[in-house]
């Protein structure tokens, strides 16, 4: 399979600070990165996705790609206890295959 | 809108058992289809996918099995459960747009446990 990696954490904040995530991939020709938000127990929700170099706002997020770094970031504003729970990155290969790194554990603290 | 469907929702099963989980999309057309699994506290792997009724894609050789019957029918299958099948089976579907871009949407899942 192809590597997707991120810090498994855990990541603590502070309520109303920034939350920093990072996620690196291995395929080159990866077309398509998302990041999808997954609180315990529970399916994975999509929260952003980006398919060009630079910055992506959406609300409090932004999504960051480097397809020349093979990296790819998610910042979230003014954190929020309801943010807490496991992010994950997700990179689309050529083809039909998605591929999901082990998620970083994020926790905000009121 | 779109709408996927899983059940059941948790399933408890002994090992040597038959698996037949099951997943099905509202609201679009000719989707292409995911099942994946989630061990507990891993990340999700990718076990099967479809881009059309009877064409399934394996990416993990193992003792699971999928079919797709229908457009929006995908159907995760076992004839014999081991221990290392529990986990949270997730489906997944997207449809594509343009060249590269299609976003994927996940069911609720099921969650196995095999004893």
């Known amino acids: 399979q192809k590597e997707v990696e991120q810090n498994s954490g855990p990541l603590s904040v502070p309520e109303g600070a920034i939350a920093s995530l990072n996620c690196t991939y291995s395929?080159?020709?990866?077309?398509?990165f998302f990041w999808y938000r997954q609180y315990s127990g529970k399916s994975p929700e999509l929260i952003m996705f980006?398919?060009?170099?630079g910055d992506k706002e959406d609300g409090r997020f932004t999504a960051q790609l480097n397809k020349a770094s093979q990296y790819v970031s998610l910042l979230i504003r003014d954190s929020q206890p309801s943010d807490s729970a496991t992010y994950l990155c997700?990179?689309?290969?050529?083809?039909?295959?998605?591929?999901f790194g082990t998620g970083t554990s994020l926790t905000v603290i009121p | 809108s779109q709408t996927i469907h899983q059940w059941p929702a948790t399933l408890v099963q002994p090992v040597g058992s038959p698996l037949s989980l099951e997943c099905t999309v509202e609201?679009?057309?000719?989707?292409?289809l995911y099942w994946y699994r989630q061990a507990a506290g891993r990340g999700l792997q990718l076990l099967f996918y479809?881009?059309?009724?009877?064409?399934i894609s394996s990416e993990v050789p193992q003792n699971l099995s999928a079919s797709r019957p229908q457009d929006r029918q995908f159907i995760l299958s076992s004839k014999k459960l081991l221990l290392s099948d529990s986990g949270f089976y997730l489906c997944?579907?997207?449809?594509?747009?343009?060249?590269?871009?299609?976003?994927?949407?996940f069911g609720p899942g099921t969650r196995l446990t095999v004893l």
């Open positions: 609201g679009t057309s000719n989707p292409n």
């Open positions: 997944a579907w997207s449809v594509l747009r343009l060249a590269g871009k299609n976003e994927q949407f």
């Open positions: 997700a990179v689309k290969v050529p083809g039909n295959q998605f591929y």
């Open positions: 395929d080159r020709g990866s077309q398509s």
């Open positions: 980006i398919y060009s170099n």
């Open positions: 479809s881009v059309g009724i009877g064409q």
